[in-house]
């Protein structure tokens, strides 16, 4: 059964430091997600991407963040600068259409520790 | 905005018997509530869902209902086994363009042996 795909699995670095977590959606799927979960509370969404460009985005998503579809597999979430409080488990997630009460596929998420 | 309240946060059961997890949802335009199981180490995967033109959905021991004018719904296990001890999610989609998911807080499912 097709997956979405996420890399790394975890990944820690230091307070100021660009990361990069990437992705590989549905090969079919034509929408793309970020959802965020903090240690402890509620998975939150951040962002999504259509047609190579975002969808919608939260308040969370600031200038910080940006996303992007490199080539015709990945879709990449980079933190340009980040902080403490950016630690958490990073998930994508993908849908074939992207119409309303569609189901969207998570892939096993990214652990981000900022130190 | 939309918000999703989960309960309860952990729930320990006997296996084979059955297991109640219940959420609520603040807005009337929701329409999509997905139900997803996430296992250690792994991402939500999708177990059930229901859409709001429909009260209850079952697929073998699991089973969803929804109750519209109360603004909630139940995730129903029944005969529980071990292996489905996880992390449960409710989550919550007005069902417009782009689909954005609204999550509960989780409950952790414990089954004993």
């Known amino acids: 059964e097709p997956e979405v795909t996420q890399t790394p699995s975890h990944q820690v670095t230091q307070m100021g430091q660009e990361v990069i977590l990437r992705c590989v959606p549905i090969?079919?799927?034509?929408?793309f997600y970020w959802y965020r979960q903090i240690l402890g509370q509620k998975v939150e969404f951040l962002v999504s991407?259509?047609?190579?460009?975002?969808?919608?985005k939260s308040e969370i998503f600031d200038d910080q963040f940006s996303v992007e579809r490199p080539d015709g597999s990945n879709f990449t979430l980079k933190i340009r600068s980040t902080k403490l409080e950016d630690s958490a488990m990073y998930f994508c997630?993908?849908?074939?259409?992207?119409?309303?009460?569609?189901?969207?596929?998570f892939g096993p998420g990214t652990r981000l520790l900022v130190l | 905005g939309e918000n999703v309240e989960q309960h309860p946060s952990t729930l320990s059961v006997q296996e084979g018997d059955s297991a109640v997890i219940k959420c609520t949802y603040s807005?009337?335009?929701?329409?999509?509530f997905p139900w997803y199981k996430q296992e250690l180490g792994k991402g939500p995967q999708l177990i059930i869902d229901?859409?709001?033109?429909?009260g209850e959905k079952k697929d073998q021991r699991i089973a969803v209902t929804l109750n519209k004018t109360a603004k909630h719904f139940s995730l129903h296990i029944t005969e529980t086994q071990p292996e489905d001890s996880a992390v449960y999610f409710c989550?919550?989609?007005?069902?417009?363009?782009?689909?954005?998911?609204?999550f509960g807080s989780g409950t952790k499912l414990n089954v004993k042996p």
């Open positions: 997630a993908s849908s074939e259409t992207g119409i309303g009460g569609e189901t969207q596929y």
């Open positions: 090969s079919n799927h034509l929408y």
């Open positions: 991407f259509y047609n190579n460009e975002i969808s919608e």
């Open positions: 807005d009337s335009a929701s329409n999509y």
């Open positions: 229901i859409r709001s033109n429909v």
């Open positions: 989550a919550a989609s007005k069902g417009d363009n782009f689909n954005k998911f609204y």
